[in-house]
Structures are given as C-alpha cells and as structure tokens.
C-alpha cells in the first residue's frame, strides 16, 4: 500500500472526529466531544508519524491534513467551549478568536521552514484543541478559562520556541 494513501486516511480520521465532536457538542454530550478531538489528536499524531518518516506527503495531503486539523483542534474545542463559558457575546468572541488563532498557526507552519527541528514555533494547534477541551471539562471558575483561553491564542501566533514532544504542527 502506498504510504501517501495512508496519510489521507489518517487525515480523514482527524476530519471526521472533529465532525463528530461538534455534533455530540450540538447535542450536549460535551465529555464525548472531549474524547472525540482526543481521538483525532491520536490520529493526527499517527499521521504525522507516518507522512514524516515516509517524507511522501504532497501539497495536497498538506493542504487536507492542515483544514482537517483546523476543524478538529479549532472549530471542534471552540465550539465545545462556547456554552461552557456561559457569556454568550464574550464566548462568541473567544471561541472566534481561537479559530482565527488557530488557523494563523496552520498557515504560517505550512509556508515556514524550521531552523531547529526540535521546536515548534508557537503552540501547534492540537496541543491548543487539547487544552481548550480539557479546559471545558476541568472546574475552573470562568474568568480563569477566559485567561487560560486568551493565553493559548496568544501561544499559537507567537514566536516563543516550543519542544517538541511528539508528531505535532
């Protein structure tokens, strides 16, 4: 089998939890949301394992794998989060500018080349998804979620140097 197709596959994966965390979101079931953008980490971090050790992924697998990540780690978390913050125009304007942030992120990791292959610049998208899920579901009062929130979109479009752990953009 071609290892390219298996790039694709993994990035569908990614796409479709996304899709089926913002459905269960939509319903109310927010801890399935949670293990949804969870699994599509797993498998976006699978796909990312694969496409770089073959270093067959083409501008298209890229191009899918960075909207796939941008529905599952942004659009998934922010719609997750927004009910939860219970501040309806403030929430609308956070989980906003997590996308927004977030889709900086994908764009400026698609069109730069690293100088040090052992970090990051910014905080990759699905450690951000990651965060604000978690964040959904642990007992934080509301003005520390809004700063923790304002906290990871900053992370994501600043130059700080993050290292990596694992197959993350």
Do not use: D
């Not at 694969?50 to 298209?60: M, Q």
């Not at 956070?94 to 994908?106: D, E, K, Q």
């Not at 990051?120 to 007992?139: F, R, S």
Request: proline content about 4%.
């Amino acid at each position: 089998m071609h290892f390219r197709f298996v790039s694709i596959i993994f990035s569908t994966a990614v796409l479709s939890s996304g899709v089926i965390s913002m459905i269960f979101s939509f319903h109310g079931k927010f801890v399935h949301a949670v293990i949804c953008v969870g699994i599509a980490a797993l498998c976006a971090g699978l796909g990312c394992t694969i496409g770089e050790r073959f270093h067959n992924i083409s501008e298209i697998g890229k191009s899918y794998r960075s909207l796939s990540e941008l529905i599952s780690f942004g659009a998934a978390p922010s719609i997750i989060i927004y009910p939860v913050l219970k501040l309806p125009t403030f929430s609308l304007l956070l989980a906003s500018l997590f996308i927004i942030c977030g889709a900086l992120r994908l764009a400026r990791y698609n069109i730069t080349t690293t100088s040090n292959p052992n970090c990051y610049t910014g905080l990759p998208i699905q450690a951000a998804g990651l965060l604000l899920t978690l964040l959904a579901i642990l007992p934080f009062q509301w003005e520390m979620k809004v700063l923790i929130i304002i906290s990871i979109c900053y992370l994501m479009v600043s130059r700080i140097n993050i290292p990596r752990f694992y197959m993350m953009r």
